[in-house]
Nanobody, 123 residues
Framework: QVQLVESGGGLVQAGGSLRLSCAAS????????MGWFRQAPGKEREFVAG????????YYTDSVKGRFTISRENAKNTVYLQMNSLKPEDTAVYYC????????????????WGKGTKVTVSS
């Protein structure tokens, strides 16, 4: 059974940092891209960041470029999201997802999802 388990969420003041982790298990994730989405209250789930299987290519939505960094450790089937200079508008539940092949950033294209970790940024 495939499981994606996120951790690292919490409450932080504006300007602060958090590091999210997502550990995947239950199958081999060779050639799977990994990434993060978020969903704020009353809004649709949106793409945040993605990373290719090799780690050589990364993708970011414009609003987080220069502040967030995605990385992965294939030996641990784990993807990370380092979030710096956090803003109140970053408040959301953050979801980890994996997709076989090239990252597409489309929620409907994801093969597996985690249950999410909540990030709250206070002003």
């Amino acid at each position: 059974q495939v499981q994606l388990v996120e951790s690292g969420g919490g409450l932080v003041q504006a300007g602060g940092s958090l590091r999210l982790s997502c550990a995947a298990s239950g199958r081999t994730f060779t050639y799977y891209s990994m990434g993060w989405f978020r969903q704020a209250p009353g809004k649709e789930r949106e793409f945040v960041a993605g990373i290719s299987w090799s780690g050589g290519t990364t993708y970011y939505t414009d609003s987080v470029k220069g502040r967030f960094t995605i990385s992965r450790e294939n030996a641990k089937n784990t993807v990370y999201l380092q979030m710096n200079s956090l803003k109140p508008e970053d408040t959301a539940v953050y979801y980890c997802a994996v997709q076989y092949g090239t990252w597409s950033a489309a929620p409907a294209a994801m093969d597996y999802w985690g249950k999410g970790t909540k990030v709250t940024v206070s002003s």
